[in-house]
């Protein structure tokens, strides 16, 4: 008798595991993640979509600008995260579908040009929107932009442009802008995550950012994290400060938590 209650309980305990196996595998199976190809004058791009098919929409959206470095392993893994947490996250291709490059080098030359002439970014941003808010499970009220360096300038030149976007986050992004007024069609609200010791971002930028935002009355925060210099919520960069731009475990942790937060405010 008193072993067979042994054994009633060691196989309770085990359909118990297995249960809670399955209820995880069934949570991570939901997760829909695929390539999704797009046209915007003439030429094809291939953006990132990722969204929980278990939840029922309409569901707040995402809008994700990549670094320099193009649509990666290391955005799609960013955009899953952000379908983890109940969002159709859609990283957009800035680049195009047959543009992807090889390094650093091919990389600085693509994110340079549109630096220097940001009315072709802002129109690739402004189609990643329109492919975003077309998708039958978001809700068009309820739309973020979020960047990553080239893609943190990219973020907040789409509110610049006025992007009909709630909230704008910019991960160790360039804040400058070649024209301060258009600060004023900024519709959202505006969270810059940055590295306090970032050599990239001159004090001078940050110091313009800031009026940029004063003088045309937009909700923004500017978060500066001690000890983290530029990328450094990307591993791929290494954790070498003296290069510039490391991996900084705790910034990465932290400012992921302030956009989480800065969401529950906006969406």
């Known amino acids: 008798m008193f072993l067979a209650r042994i054994y009633k309980r060691l196989a309770l305990t085990a359909l118990i595991a297995s249960t809670a196996l399955l209820v995880v595998e069934t949570s991570s199976a939901a997760i829909v993640k695929k390539a999704y190809d797009y046209n915007l004058a003439g030429k094809k791009y291939e953006g990132y979509i990722a969204y929980d098919d278990a939840k029922k929409g309409p569901l707040p959206g995402v809008l994700v600008a990549h670094n320099w470095m193009g649509i990666t392993d290391e955005t799609k893994s960013k955009v899953e995260k952000l379908a983890e947490l109940g969002y159709v996250a859609f990283a ?24 220097k002439d940001r009315v072709p970014l802002r129109n ?37 442009a006025g992007g009909d976007v709630k909230a704008i986050v910019s991960f160790h992004g360039g804040l400058d802008s070649p024209k ?44 500066k994290y001690g000890g ?20 900084n475990a705790s910034a990465d942790a932290r400012s992921w938590e302030a956009m989480k937060s800065f969401f529950s405010e906006t969406l």
């Open 92 to 115: 957009v291709d800035i680049y195009g579908k047959d543009v992807r490059p090889k390094n650093v080098e091919e990389a600085s030359a693509l994110a340079s040009g549109f630096k």
């Open 124 to 160: 690739r941003m402004h189609q990643g929107l329109k492919v975003l808010r077309e998708q039958k499970n978001v809700d068009k009220k309820k739309i973020a932009v979020v960047g990553y360096c080239f893609g943190g300038t990219a973020a907040i030149e789409l509110g610049r």
């Open 180 to 223: 301060p007024a258009d600060g004023a069609k900024i519709k959202g609200r505006v969270l810059a995550l940055h590295g306090a010791d970032d050599p990239y971002v001159p004090a001078a930028e940050l110091t313009a950012f800031e009026e940029e935002m004063r003088t045309n009355k937009v909700d923004w925060q500017l978060v």
């Open 228 to 247: 983290a210099v530029h990328s450094f919520t990307e591993k791929a960069a290494g954790t070498d400060n003296s290069k510039g731009a490391a991996y």
